[in-house]
């Protein structure tokens, strides 16, 4: 299942465009809407710990939690707002 799937499945409108980015740090999806936005990493032990499907979950749900509160929160000069998913 492509991440965009999983992010409708998980409640997220189809208007926000949700990416991944495998980084050195770990996985981390974003998602964006227009100048709104926010990301959660995924830790390279949590994903270990969790498996990397629970974990996506786990993520695109907390953005779907940012979604339903306030919306997104706005982006601050060249930075979205940034969480971490760890093995904690």
Known sequence: ?????????EGLPAAVQVEREDTPAGILIRA??????????????????????????AALSRLRSLLEGDGLPAREGQHWHHEELADF
């Open 32 to 57: 964006v809407e227009g100048e709104r936005g926010a990301e959660i990493l995924i830790t390279p032990s949590a994903c270990k710990m969790y498996g990397e499907g629970p974990s996506l979950n």
């Open 1 to 9: 299942m492509n991440l965009k799937e999983m992010a409708q499945r």
